[in-house]
């Protein structure tokens, strides 16, 4: 069998699969397209979702971003989390094992986007972006995108998460983290 080689570019040296491997690009890109729709038809409004929360979870925590799980799929298919920032608290560099998408359901929340070089195994930056409360995303499994996502606001930011594994692999099984270099 014919294994995929990488050319010193970065790009993948043409193959027999090619084809294949672009179509399935575009087929796991529209999978985590059609996760953020469904979140946009049908998830409910913001302070329904918060009530989810436990008593008192709106504060935070002064340690470091907290997560809460709302949601386990029965057959383990995907998970939904409510994660509460307090400002300046932020999630590490990381691609994604799985697909993921999520909203901004309280304050505005600051993503940075980072750009994968096979070669060196590093991300830099490459962008930024300010997401407010409504706001819907998503992002495919993989490190084409690489993101950091966080609170530089003065105030508790809340948003929801909906990953694709199941409630126990949420800890391993989602953020992909890499190195960064300063480009
Ligand atoms: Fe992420």
Redesign the pocket.
């Known amino acids: 069998m014919q294994t995929s080689t990488v050319a010193r570019s970065g790009a993948p040296e043409p193959s027999p699969l090619t084809p294949f491997a672009t179509g399935m690009e575009a087929t796991l890109a529209q999978q985590a397209r059609m996760v953020a729709e469904q979140v946009v038809a049908s998830l409910p409004d913001a302070d329904t979702l918060l009530a989810s929360l436990p008593p008192g979870a709106l504060e935070g925590s002064p340690d470091t971003y907290t997560r809460h799980l709302v949601h386990a799929d029965p057959f383990e298919r995907f998970s939904v989390m409510l994660l509460v920032w307090r400002p300046g608290q932020f999630?590490p560099v990381?691609g994604?094992r799985t697909w993921?998408a999520?909203r901004v359901l309280r304050g505005t929340m600051y993503e940075r986007h980072y750009r994968w070089d096979p070669q060196s195994r590093t991300a830099s930056q490459c962008g930024a972006v300010t997401r407010e409360a409504g706001d819907t995303f998503s992002?495919p499994a993989g490190l084409q995108h690489i993101?950091c996502?966080g609170n530089a606001s003065d105030s508790v930011a809340v948003s929801l998460?909906i990953y694709g594994v199941e409630q126990s692999r949420i800890s391993t099984g989602?953020?992909l983290l890499v190195d960064t270099v300063t480009s």
């Open positions: 999630s990381h994604h993921c999520y992002v993101h996502l998460h989602v953020n």
